[in-house]
């Protein structure tokens, strides 16, 4: 009895840090768009135009954290346990999340730098790359979940997160390459990660 | 047993991100006021004063957040069941919620460009449309309320959200002519808004 | 049993909103202190020395959101149905600890004008005003609390919240003649109303 | 039954506020890299260069502030009730969570000097500190924990509290001497921390 509360604290506590890292995150994205001020109209249509580049990566960024957001959300709806590893881990992603404003306020502001495409995709990718690790050790072995959980669910959930390490990896060598194509390679993308899960 | 268990961590993740990105978004809103430095009182009064434009913004929109996470507290103490496109939804409205700094702050520092209101006028009008989409979309055939909600229930407060996303529909065409008036009719607005609403 | 899992649901609305932006006030403050870059370290030093007045400020504003924090949470632990106006009131005063981040600024860097100190002031006597509102709101008639709430715990609670207003009342004049003394009067003043609550 | 509900609120809300003020340190950490724009790829590979003594800062408070946190959740498993001097002594921790960011982005401009790295290492002194006093406030007399806790653990817990003060403590001088070993030493230092907690 006394077991169970404490575990009910301990994942209590780790939900509530993660959704407020989470929701920050998507709130600071703002900040890093610049306020225009201008003396005519035409003058601030001109100088917000400027600013779609900065809006395209704002929408990825917010689109990730949303993701990731979700992931997270039904990674630890089969997690029954949690200890110090998962702490570690799980932070790992909180510590990627929140740095992702920094990656995106560079992209935004250096559209054509490949230099940025790239640092904005490794960071892509190894958000998803804690995010398939925490689901690994998790599930490895049935240490953090159900016994009775079953094996199809397990390895289903893997290949899926697995593509999403995937296809961010993939995408930097064509950052480095056309930084253009690669973001705009990224927002369909979502669509499709979206379509292809199930809703759970 | 489980499903509900299931069913309740779900809509509690839920909450806890909007929760969240409301209140940020209401806190960050104080950052866009520029704070002044000066070397003497009279000085001092005079760019406070400068500051009374982006003051009235500020409070605009935070009223705005208020009586956005007010409907979204209504609606989602209807709500039974949670699946993804509510998720998706969802995320849509924080999406605009997490904005609104921007366009408020551009507003505030432009408060004579048409353009400036417009945009603000369109993200109001946007926020509106999200929350009546969440409503129209969880009660649609009963999807996600209990059977026995009572239809009246459904279209008063349906009706409700859509003279919300009506009036700030019209004020854009306002805005584009004379951005005060339209400044000047959305405060009282939410005086409205706030009187027909029934205390739940 | 389903309106009690209403009122529950609506309850924990309301903290939620509610603890999100009193912990997000007391975090924003840290941004206003500006972050020295020198060459040397005496350089350094001295444009530390130089921001001592802002971090006074800062820790002042951090009592103050703390303090109005404990407040809260003493008043909601009474109250047991929320309507309408309580969260209208509510949404008051978390627009006044939302905002203070500007006026702290203001007078983080302009330790000197009086109008600083008296809007900073002005602020702090809404702060206890929205407070002690909530507080009458919800316990005349018994409206929002238990029946049986003692007439006793009711007075001695209004008459302490009204002791704050008072007390920041009378810092207005002082601010305007001296900032300086209204400032440092401040500080004891939080140990004051520290030692004066009994713990509960 | 009352008691208990008044006790079980308390205690949510005092967790409510602290894990919403870590959760926003966390995030705020990220506001202070400065987002280089530049002209050329190689420009901007340059300026990212000159941005790692600022990344590796930001690294060690987010992990410091991820540690204090994991440290206030051990803590706060034990505690069973919650009085007015706890409260105060959890704002003092806060206060110095919130604060971080500050010496995180002083140190993070002014790698080379001394007085950077001296403010950076007394503020993570005070922040030991203060966990360490929770728990030797909480458990002397086992005031707020369970009566049948076991003195073993609450001195096992103790002496790695103290340990974590001692250590920075140690790093102050250390600091003053040789900035750049002070930081190059707390690193690895939260690895063995890391290590010698056992999972909880």
Redesign the interface.
Known sequence: MAGRR?EE??F??I???S???????????????V????S??SA??SQ?VAQLPALLSY?IS?AVV?LT??SH?ET??YIRHA???L??FN?AL??LV??L??PT??LG??QN????AV?YAVTLTLINLAAAAIWWYATRGHRLVDRDLDHHVVKKRFSRLAIGVAVFLVSIPVALWQPYVAEIMWLPLFGVV?FI????
């Open positions: 404490q604290y301990r209590g506590r939900l509530a840090i959704d407020g890292v989470f929701a920050f995150s998507l709130t600071l994205l703002v900040v890093d768009l306020i225009p001020t201008s005519s109209n601030l249509a917000l929408l917010f949303a957001w979700n959300r630890f709806g200890d110090g590893w702490i570690v932070f909180l510590l929140a740095f404003p920094f306020a560079v502001r250096n730098e490949p230099l940025a640092i979206l899960r199930t809703p759970s």
